[in-house]
C-alpha cells in the first residue's frame, strides 16, 4: 500500500507515493485508460522496454497496478531535477564535467543497444539527477518511444524531438540504433556551448539543416573548447549512420576515457546560453510520424537527400584530425 500526493498533468498524473511498510518513495505514473484509446500498443512496448532493463542509470519500472478506469506504473524515484538546470544552477562547470555526464549516458545506451532496444528520443528534457547531492548520478527516462529490434525487423517510423532527430530518420529511410548516438552527439555538442547545433523558427529550414548534417563550432564560444571534444561530436554527429561511431566506439575516444577534457571553466558562457535557447517550449515539444512526413512531402527533401548538393560546403570536421 502507498501514501501518496498527486501531481497533475494534461494527459496523466504523478503521484510522489511512500510505500508504508517500507517508507520507501517511488513515483506513480497515473495514466486514464482513455488517453490510452488506439494507442495501446505504444505503453504495451514501454512496459515490455522498461521489464527487461536494469541500469545504475537508467529509471526503472518496479511495478504495475491496473484498475477499471487506469493503468499505474510504479517508477524509481528521481528527485535530482534536469540535466540543464543542474548546469546552469552550478558556480562552476567544466569540459571535463560534461564529459563525465556523456560517459554515464553513453554507458548506459551501450546497455541498451546490446540488449537490441533503440531509445529513439534522447535529450536533455530526459535526463535527469537522481539526487540533489553534487555528485550524484544522471538517469535516463522516458521509454515511450523505445523500440525492441526485432529479428528481421526494420525501423522506419519517424519519431523523437525537432533538433535530436539524426537526417536518416527525417529522410525517411530505414535506420538503427545509430539514430541515438546522433542525439548523443547533439546533447554533448549543447553541453560545451549552451545552444542547439540545428535551430531554426522554420520547420522546413531546421530540417534541411539536419539533412545535411550542416552544423559549425561558432567563435567565440567554441574558441576555449579542445579540439578533442570537437573531434568527439564529429564522430557521433556524422550523417552517415554506417561511418558514425557506436557506443562502443565513443567509449573509447580520449575525450570521454582519457585525459583531453579541459578543466577550465565554462560556466558562464554556457548557463547564459542555456537560459537564452531554452526558455521555448518549442524545444520541448514532440513530432509526431505524421507531422515529419507531411513536412517531407511539402519539402522534397526525403527524395533529394541522395543529391549531391545537399553536402555542406564548409563541413567543421573537416580541419580537426582525429583522435582515434
Not at 510504479?74 to 538546470?85: H, I, K, P, R, Y
Not at 554527429?237 to 573509447?252: I, N, S, V
Request: hydrophobic share 35%.
Amino acid at each position: 500500500m502507498y501514501a501518496c500526493v498527486c501531481f497533475r498533468g494534461a494527459f496523466s498524473e504523478v503521484v510522489l507515493a511512500e510505500e508504508k511498510r517500507t517508507q520507501r518513495l517511488v513515483a506513480i505514473k497515473c495514466i486514464p485508460k482513455k488517453a490510452l484509446e488506439g494507442k495501446e500498443n505504444n505503453i504495451e512496448n514501454e512496459i515490455a522496454v522498461l521489464h527487461r532493463i536494469k541500469h545504475p542509470n537508467i529509471v526503472s519500472l518496479e511495478d504495475i497496478f491496473e484498475s477499471t478506469s487506469h493503468l499505474y506504473l510504479v517508477m524509481q524515484l528521481v528527485s535530482g531535477g534536469e540535466l540543464f538546470d543542474r548546469i546552469v544552477e552550478k558556480g562552476f562547470y567544466t569540459e571535463r564535467d560534461a564529459s563525465q555526464l556523456i560517459h554515464q549516458i553513453l554507458d548506459a545506451v551501450k546497455y541498451l543497444h546490446d540488449m537490441g532496444i533503440v531509445h529513439r528520443d534522447l535529450k536533455p528534457e530526459n535526463l535527469l539527477y537522481y539526487s540533489m547531492d553534487e555528485d550524484s548520478k544522471i538517469m535516463i527516462s522516458d521509454f515511450g518511444l523505445s523500440k525492441i529490434e526485432g529479428a528481421g525487423s526494420v525501423m522506419s517510423t519517424a519519431c523523437g524531438t525537432p533538433g535530436y532527430v539524426a537526417p536518416e530518420v527525417l529522410a525517411q529511410k530505414p535506420y538503427s540504433k545509430a539514430v541515438d548516438c546522433w542525439s548523443i552527439g547533439v546533447i554533448s555538442y549543447i553541453l560545451l556551448c549552451g545552444y542547439p547545433p540545428f535551430y531554426d523558427e522554420n520547420d522546413a529550414k531546421l530540417f534541411e539543416q539536419i539533412l545535411k548534417a550542416e552544423y559549425e563550432f561558432d567563435s567565440p564560444y567554441w574558441d576555449d573548447i579542445s579540439d578533442s571534444a570537437k573531434d568527439f561530436i564529429c564522430h557521433l554527429m556524422e550523417k552517415d549512420p554506417l561511418k558514425r561511431y557506436t557506443c562502443e566506439q565513443a567509449l573509447q575516444h580520449p575525450w570521454i576515457c582519457g585525459d583531453t577534457a579541459l578543466d577550465k571553466n565554462i560556466h558562464e558562457s554556457v548557463s547564459a546560453q542555456i537560459k537564452k535557447n531554452f526558455a521555448k517550449s518549442k524545444w520541448k515539444q514532440a513530432f509526431n510520424a505524421t507531422a515529419v512526413v507531411r513536412h517531407m512531402r511539402k519539402l522534397q527533401l526525403g527524395t533529394s537527400l541522395e543529391g549531391p548538393n545537399l553536402r555542406p560546403q564548409n563541413n567543421p570536421c573537416s580541419a580537426l584530425t582525429s583522435s582515434q
